[in-house]
């Protein structure tokens, strides 16, 4: 079954601080992984995609096949980083945009 | 934005009611997708669709209907709305032609089943 697992409800750090936003998935395929955003007020919004290698507003992602994760990562939380984060996947070259999403962390980057 | 509205934006309705929520784009592109976001579940996909009149499940279907008559119309129905159903609607859209895996969504329109 494809799923997508985020264990964490809720990430609490303090401005200037590493985060680590945890994605582990299960799909019996090649995977595509994304990660997708919520400002408060927002549109849901692309972050970034694994076959992309960027760093996007200073946050990376890097697929581990072994381990299947897709964990977001930034070395230095900034306040504006608070937000909705969702891991999400597709299966690799499918026909649609059908995205399996996580459950969602909410990052609370304190002052 | 891409060109997406939802309406209504917000809804408060009575059980056994039928609902419909609609989403607009202002560009032809060809798959719409309706979504349902739930504290604890994330989002969910209810359906989809991948042109005019050519649409499928997904995930939670149950109790939801869609239509598409026109590209830019993406009508998601809720033929006799239960509590279980309150929840915030999101509507997205694919630019590319090309499956990437980005959506762009709408704002959302939040539904309460009293």
């Known amino acids: 079954a494809q799923r997508v697992t985020q264990p964490e409800k809720l990430l609490s750090v303090f401005k200037g601080a590493p985060v680590e936003l945890k994605c582990n998935y299960s799909y019996s395929g090649s995977p595509e992984l994304f990660w997708y955003v919520q400002y408060s007020r927002q549109r849901l919004q692309l972050l970034l995609r694994?076959?992309s290698r960027e760093s996007i507003k200073g946050f990376t992602a890097d697929l581990n096949k072994g381990e299947t994760s897709f964990h977001l990562k930034k070395p230095f939380a900034q306040e504006e980083d608070s937000a909705m984060y969702y891991c999400a996947l597709r299966g690799y070259g499918g026909a649609t945009n059908k995205l399996i999403f996580g459950t969602g962390t909410l990052l609370a980057v304190q002052p | 934005d891409a060109g997406i509205t939802q309406s209504p934006r917000h809804k408060v309705t009575e059980t056994g009611t039928p609902v419909t929520l609609r989403c607009h784009q202002t560009e032809n592109h060809r798959y719409m997708y309706w979504y349902r976001q739930d504290p604890g579940h994330g989002l969910r996909l209810i359906h989809y669709?991948?042109?005019?009149?050519?649409?499928d499940k997904g995930e939670v279907s149950d109790g939801y209907s869609v239509s598409r008559s026109k590209t830019e119309d993406f009508l998601l129905t809720l033929e006799s709305a239960t509590s279980s159903q309150t929840s915030v609607y999101f509507c997205?859209?694919?630019?590319?032609?090309?499956?990437?895996?980005?959506?762009?969504f709408g704002e959302g329109s939040r539904l309460t089943v009293l």
């Open positions: 669709s991948y042109g005019v009149k050519d649409t």
């Open positions: 997205a859209i694919s630019e590319s032609t090309v499956p990437t895996g980005e959506l762009f």
């Open positions: 694994h076959i």
